[in-house]
């Protein structure tokens, strides 16, 4: 007997607004999305041969970040998706794979849109004066530490750089009015060798995700 489709909440799935995603009826809070993927047609494809065949290996659970506006304000909550994932049956690959999604970074706990937000509030704009890492960690009461805002800082901006993923309006105005965030950001060595520097802040990423597997969902991270 198959599993019964899950009700969908209509309202709260337009207020979470992510076109990738539908928020689970009956099921967390003001704060808490439980989603699924909106269903698709598409047959899984294997990243790593373009294999099609593949085998079901189960559900699994990831939680976000992701930033709500409110009013005036923009509210952080949390998002725990279920997706499958499943493994290639290829032989001599075995590649064990799950969905892409174009609402976050890979490995990124942290949505795309609370990574704009982050962006859009520290370099300057206008008559608005940049707030400091600190200043917006305090915005979100303190959930996600000054330390872990200055990476995703970073991490969007180097992918709107490298063009890895859509740039958005607000983006495209900063370069067009020649506002570039400040080369203060990053150490000076950094600056001179950037390439070692995107190695190492891809390191710490990949430290601060391991430490954040084993944490509660209201862990900074």
């Known amino acids: 007997m198959k599993n019964k489709k899950p009700d969908i909440d209509e309202e709260r799935t337009a207020e ?8 689970i009826a ?18 899984p494809v294997c990243p790593r041969c373009g294999n099609s065949a593949a085998r079901n290996q189960g559900k699994i659970r990831r939680n976000y ?30 590649c064990v794979y799950y969905p892409k999604f174009s609402f976050v970074s890979p490995y990124a706990r942290t949505t795309r849109k609370l990574a704009d937000v982050i962006v859009g509030l520290h370099i300057p704009q206008g008559i608005d004066d940049p707030l400091s890492f600190t200043e917006i960690s305090e915005q979100f009461s303190g959930k996600i530490s000054p330390q872990v805002v200055r990476q995703i800082y ?14 958005p309006a607000w983006y495209r105005e900063i370069q067009e009015n ?13 600056m001179s060798q950037p ?13 601060l995700h391991s430490h954040c597997k084993n944490a509660s969902i209201d862990s900074t991270y």
């Open 178 to 190: 020649e506002l570039h965030y400040s080369s203060s950001d990053l150490p000076d060595s950094d």
């Open 195 to 207: 390439e070692e520097a995107i190695t190492r802040y891809y390191q710490d990423i990949e430290l």
């Open 26 to 43: 009956g099921k967390g809070d003001s704060e808490h999305f439980f989603c699924i993927p909106i269903p698709t047609k598409a047959h």
């Open 16 to 23: 979470l607004d992510l076109p990738e995603l539908q928020v």
């Open 154 to 167: 970073l991490r969007r901006l180097s992918e709107l750089e490298a063009g890895l993923s859509d740039v």
């Open 65 to 94: 970040y992701h930033v709500i506006p409110r009013g005036e304000k923009s509210n952080l909550v949390t998002i725990s998706l279920e997706f499958r994932k499943h493994k290639c049956l290829a032989s001599n690959c075995g």
